[in-house]
């Protein structure tokens, strides 16, 4: 699980991933041999029960900024890795106004309609809701609304199909993911920490986050072990 990336003067944080730090781990995926899947492609093989390449690993961008396209999509294109971005429909070409003031995230620029439709195919979009909003705090009706309207927004306004959605800030309920298969969702990520198995329902998959100030070899970790945190061994 991403967020942003950057170049330049823009400091490495949790949310936000240097580019260069971003080839790297897209050159160890290739060189550790795992094989990178459409997260669309990973829900058709699980619900058809069919196996799973060894070694499956999903690339999946939260939110939809700017240096999506301009800085993550060429390196995806350049190591051959799909990824699936989560759009925040109601918010396209606007920017970051979720988060709280002074949030690293706050106020930055999100995708237009017009540069979503120009991504490139490594690319597939998923839904992230309309906006943002934390699902299982509202009622059934507005969870409904978010979920249902995101999909056909992005359908309507790319002409990509949309299968999967992203929890925003990961939140969800078993009344939650029942809504997300009622809308139309083959499958929806939660940000739980975790590898998924074919014993992990699809409404409720889990994510490992990886943080802008990731080393490496704690990337690498963070891949073999399913863990978003990876501790220090003590001496």
């Known amino acids: 699980m991403y967020h942003a990336?950057?170049?330049?003067?823009?400091?490495?944080?949790?949310?936000?991933l240097p580019a260069a730090a971003f080839a790297r781990q897209l050159a160890l995926l290739r060189r550790l041999g795992y094989q990178p899947l459409r997260l669309s492609r990973y829900v058709e093989l699980r619900a058809a029960g069919a196996p799973v390449p060894r070694r499956a690993v999903i690339v999946t961008i939260d939110d939809g900024y700017r240096d999506t396209a301009t800085l993550a999509a060429p390196l995806l294109s350049r190591h051959d890795v799909p990824a699936t971005l989560f759009v925040v429909s109601q918010r396209v070409g606007e920017a970051n106004t979720w988060d709280a003031p002074g949030g690293?995230?706050?106020?930055?620029?999100?995708?237009?309609?017009d540069e979503?439709?120009?991504?490139?195919?490594e690319l597939e979009l998923g839904s992230h809701t309309r906006t943002h909003v934390e699902l299982p705090r509202v009622d059934d009706e507005a969870a409904r609304a978010e979920l249902s309207?995101?999909?056909?927004?992005?359908?309507?306004?790319?002409g990509?199909?949309?299968?999967?959605?992203?929890?925003?800030?990961?939140?969800t309920s078993a009344g939650v993911e029942a809504l997300a298969g009622a809308a139309g969702y083959a499958g929806?990520?939660?940000?739980?920490?975790?590898l998924n198995t074919a014993a992990t329902p699809l409404h409720a998959l889990r994510r490992i986050e990886i943080e802008g100030t990731d080393s490496l070899p704690v990337f690498a970790l963070k891949l073999w072990l399913g863990r978003r945190r990876i501790r220090a061994r003590r001496r």
């Open 149 to 158: 309207g995101s999909r056909t927004d992005i359908e309507e306004r790319t």
């Open 104 to 113: 690293v995230l706050r106020g930055r620029p999100l995708l237009t309609w």
């Open 5 to 16: 990336f950057s170049a330049g003067a823009e400091p490495a944080s949790r949310f936000v």
């Open 160 to 171: 990509r199909p949309v299968t999967t959605v992203a929890y925003p800030h990961g939140a």
């Open 116 to 121: 979503l439709a120009a991504l490139p195919s």
């Open 188 to 194: 929806a990520c939660s940000a739980r920490d975790g």
